[in-house]
């Protein structure tokens, strides 16, 4: 039933064409602002800003934008609607773990938007002169470290989405969570260009593991042993927000009050 519902996410996503390739020229358009702003800016500190030359700054910008499409960092999931107008009562009734159900549909549509939106930016990325990881082992372990990437961006976009079960509205939160995981994500500038005291900050969420650690390993910044340790940091991540997922959404079926009726 699962595996029907990731292919049912793959082809509801696959069914908006025209709004994937509107996504790639938006994509292209902040990528290409991106290098102008961040090559000027390692330029500026004499070729080497916390270890990120040009090419390792084009990897991080290309990879980056390319997986803009799929991590999701806005928070807008479907269950938010459903709890909202009470249609959540009858996924209550299937025979299915709601959490379980919502997070493999989206992981479906995240995974179709790696072709149309994700794999253009890495040819624009290969054309303006990204750094090829040091390791062929960099290419596996960034596979798996991306697909945790998104299950976590989506397991954590539905924490977003439960609160509605005690707040109804959830476009405020959904607004906040917009703005603080681009930015502890890495998405605008890499965190370890941060200060200090903002990266251990930002460590301290789960949000770096949605877009730096895949970036890091895919870029070869990190070797073998590194790369196991974020794959590890990831798994702990997915566990926990996974398991908050679970006690938020038993606590709000006993809480749910369908408005209206």
Do not use: C
Not at 133 to 152: F, K, N, Q, R, T
Not at 186 to 215: D, E, K, N
């Amino acid at each position: 039933m699962y595996w029907r519902l990731l292919r049912a996410g793959i082809r509801r996503q696959s069914a908006y064409r025209l709004a994937a390739f509107g996504g790639v020229a938006a994509n292209a358009t902040f990528g290409l602002l991106k290098v102008e702003v961040l090559f000027a800016t390692v330029r500026a500190a004499g070729g080497d800003l916390a270890g990120y030359d040009v090419g390792r700054m084009s990897t991080y910008i290309w990879l980056s934008q390319a997986l803009l499409g799929s991590v999701n960092l806005t928070g807008r999931t479907d269950i938010a609607e459903r709890i909202k107008d009470g249609q959540v009562a009858v996924d209550f009734l299937r025979p299915l773990d709601v959490q379980a159900a919502e997070i493999t549909t989206e992981v479906g549509r995240a995974l179709f938007a790696l072709v149309p939106r994700g794999i253009p930016m890495l040819l624009i990325g290969v054309i303006v002169g990204m750094a090829p990881p040091g390791s062929v082992a960099a290419y596996p372990l960034g596979a798996v470290s991306l697909l945790l990437a998104i299950v976590i961006s989506v397991a954590t976009a539905y924490l977003v989405g439960v609160a509605g079960f005690w707040l109804v509205e959830t476009h405020g939160v959904q607004v906040f969570y917009l703005v603080v995981s681009g930015f502890l994500a890495g998405l605008f500038v890499p965190i370890r260009l941060f200060p200090r005291w903002l990266w251990i900050a930002a460590q301290a969420t789960p949000f770096p593991s949605m877009m730096t650690y895949p970036i890091d390993i895919l870029a070869g910044r990190v070797g073998v042993a590194g790369a196991l340790t974020l794959l590890a940091a990831q798994l702990a991540w997915l566990a926990g927000v996974g398991g908050l997922g679970q006690v938020l959404t038993r606590a709000g079926r006993r809480h749910l009050e369908v408005q209206g009726g």
